[in-house]
C-alpha cells in the first residue's frame, strides 16, 4: 500500500489527544515547504526520521540540540522531541512515521540469518531495538544509497517495498555506528555514546560547510570539546584528520562537479572553499592523478 503525503506543519501547534499525546500516523510521510516559521512543540516521537532537504531545522531530542541541515535524523519510540525552523527561510523538510510493527519485521529479516528465519518465521525481535541516534548528512548518504529520500523531497507516495529497502540500508549503516562507537577508548558505555554522539555532530558540521573555510577550533566548538581531545578523538576513530576528511570530501565533490555541472573549473574551486586555483589544481592532482581539465575531459 503507497504511503500518504500530507502537511507537516499545518498550524502552529499540532493536535492533541485527550491525554496530551501528539497524535501520529502510522508508515505515512508527512512533508511541508514553506518560508514561514514551523513548530513541532516537544512531543513523544514514535519510530522515524527527520529529514531536511533545504534550510536547515533545529531539533531537540531527548536532551541534546541540534541543526540538521541537508540530512536526516533517526527517532527512537519515546524520544522526546521538538522541532523548529526560523522564519523568514525557505524549508523542505519530512517526517517519516514508521509503523512498528513494519519495523520489526525488517529488522528480524536483517538481523537473523536464512535457516533461523525459515525454522521459525515468526521469530520477534527484543524489544530492546534502538537506532543510534546522530545527525547523517545527505552528502555523506546520497540519494543513490536512498532513492526514497529523493521520493520525499518531492512529495511523492512511496510503497512498503521500497520503505523496507530504505529500512534495510540504513540499519546496515545503523549497525556500523554501534561498532564504530564500540572502538572508542572509553569504559562506560555512556561516555563512548556521548564522544561519538559529538564527533558526529562535527562531522555534519563539516559535510554542510564544504563550501567555506574551516578551523579546527570552529569545528571543535560544534562538537563542545577542546580542540586538541577533539582532534585525537576524531582521528582515532575515523583514520584521518578533520582536514583530511575535509579535502577528501570537496575533491569527492569536485570531481562530481566537472563530471555533471557545467562550472568553471575557477567557479568550482572558488564553490568548494579552496584558497587559489593553483593550490586546488595541485591538490586534485596529487589526490586524483590528473589535472581538474584533464579529468573533465577524460569522464
Do not use: W
Not at 93 to 98: C, G, I, K, W
Not at 271 to 296: A, D, N, T, V
Amino acid at each position: 500500500m503507497a504511503m500518504q503525503v500530507r502537511s507537516l506543519f499545518n498550524t502552529t501547534r499540532p493536535e492533541k489527544s485527550v491525554d496530551g499525546q501528539v497524535n501520529h500516523s502510522q508508515s505515512v510521510l508527512m512533508v511541508q515547504s514553506d518560508s514561514g516559521r514551523q513548530f513541532l512543540p516537544e512531543h513523544h516521537s514514535p519510530y522515524g526520521f527527520v529529514l531536511n532537504f533545504e534550510g536547515h531545522i533545529r531539533l531537540k531530542v531527548d536532551r541534546y540540540r541540534y541543526n540538521l541541515t541537508n540530512g536526516f535524523f533517526p527517532l527512537n519510540k519515546n524520544s522526546v522531541v521538538e522541532l523548529a525552523t526560523p522564519s523568514g527561510e525557505k524549508t523542505i523538510n519530512a517526517v517519516l512515521v514508521l509503523d512498528p510493527n513494519l519495523l520489526e519485521e525488517i529488522i528480524v529479516a536483517e538481523s537473523y540469518g536464512h535457516s533461523k528465519l525459515l525454522e521459525n518465521p515468526q521469530i520477534r525481535h527484543p524489544e530492546s531495538f534502538r537506532f543510534v541516534c546522530r545527525p547523517y548528512s545527505l552528502n555523506e548518504y546520497s540519494f543513490k544509497a536512498f532513492p526514497a529520500f529523493a521520493r520525499f523531497k518531492n512529495q511523492q507516495a512511496i510503497s512498503d517495498n521500497e520503505l523496507a529497502t530504505l529500512l534495510g540500508e540504513f540499519l546496515k549503516i545503523n549497525i556500523r555506528s554501534h561498532q564504530e562507537m564500540e572502538q572508542i577508548n572509553a569504559v562506560r558505555k555512556s561516555t563512548r555514546g556521548e564522544i561519538y554522539r559529538r564527533l558526529s555532530v562535527a562531522r555534519l558540521y563539516m559535510l554542510s560547510r564544504l563550501d567555506q573555510p574551516l578551523q579546527l577550533s570552529e569545528i571543535a566548538i560544534e562538537a563542545q570539546m577542546n580542540r586538541f581531545h577533539f582532534l585525537r578523538l576524531y582521528e582515532q576513530l575515523f583514520g584521518e584528520t578533520p582536514h583530511q576528511f575535509l579535502t577528501r570530501k570537496r575533491l569527492e565533490l569536485a570531481c562530481k562537479l566537472l563530471k555533471y555541472d557545467s562550472l568553471s573549473i575557477t567557479e568550482i574551486c572558488d564553490q568548494l572553499g579552496f584558497e587559489s586555483l593553483p593550490s586546488f589544481s595541485l591538490l586534485f592532482k596529487k589526490h586524483i592523478g590528473s589535472s581538474p581539465s584533464q579529468y573533465r575531459q577524460n569522464t
